[in-house]
């Protein structure tokens, strides 16, 4: 059984910076594309960008680039999203998921409450 | 783009709810998904490719609709199945949503 278990809630200032975690199991985590999610409060769900693991190869939406980092740690099955300077826009809940074929997005994690404030 | 519309549903439990999304462009190769996201939790994968459901979602969920225009039919509705649902194309670049639809309990 494919699972994503999420890093846990963080409370943070603006302007700190902040990393936060995805472990995979059930499935070959470096053969699979991973991406994240943003859901900003009482809003609707973003795509923010996705790495295949295997070769590091990562693409990020255009309202992303440049905000944030994805990276992933194939000694561990685990994927990573960070911010270097956080911002108080920056609260939100943020999934992990599979993106088979950078397609769709078939598993999810539980999610990760970020609030900055 | 997609639309959603409305922003909200009313139905009662036992009834057929028929959900749209329309796409500013024709969505290639029907690359269209449905997803469902209840109070509290993550979304999980209805549909995808238009039409097929994925493992382990119950056979009342079907979605049709092919270039700009798709639906979402759940054709008797559960108490669980009151959420929101999400439309999202991956024919294009980048993977977009639609703002969702509530179906809610009337």
């Known amino acids: 059984e494919v699972q994503l278990v999420q890093s846990g809630a963080e409370v943070k200032k603006p302007g700190e910076s902040l990393k936060i975690s995805c472990k995979g199991s059930?499935?070959?985590?470096?053969?699979?594309?991973i991406g994240w999610v943003r859901q900003m409060p009482g809003e609707g769900l973003d795509w923010m960008g996705i790495?295949?693991?295997?070769?590091?190869?990562?693409i990020y939406s255009q309202s992303f680039q440049g905000q944030v980092t994805i990276s992933a740690d194939t000694s561990i099955n685990t994927a990573y999203l960070q911010w270097n300077s956080l911002k108080a826009s920056d609260t939100a809940m943020y999934y992990c998921?599979?993106?088979?074929?950078?397609?769709?997005?078939?598993?999810w994690g539980q999610g990760t409450l970020v609030t900055v404030s | 783009v997609l639309t959603q519309s409305p922003g909200t549903l009313s139905f009662s439990p036992g009834e057929r709810a028929t959900l749209s999304c329309r796409a500013s462009?024709?969505?290639?190769?029907?690359?269209l998904a449905w997803y469902q996201q209840r109070r509290g939790q993550a979304p999980r994968l209805l549909i995808y490719?238009?039409?097929n459901r994925a493992t382990g979602i119950p056979d009342r969920f079907s979605g049709s609709g092919s270039g700009t225009d798709f639906t979402l039919t759940i054709s008797r509705l559960e108490p669980e199945d009151f959420a929101v649902y999400y439309c999202?194309?991956?024919?294009?670049?980048?993977?977009?949503f639609g703002q969702g639809t509530k179906v809610e309990i009337k």
């Open positions: 998921v599979t993106q088979p074929g950078r397609a769709y997005f078939d598993h």
């Open positions: 059930g499935y070959t985590f470096s053969t699979y594309w």
């Open positions: 790495i295949y693991p295997g070769d590091s190869n990562t």
């Open positions: 462009r024709s969505v290639g190769s029907n690359y």
């Open positions: 490719g238009a039409s």
């Open positions: 999202q194309q991956y024919g294009s670049s980048p993977r977009t």
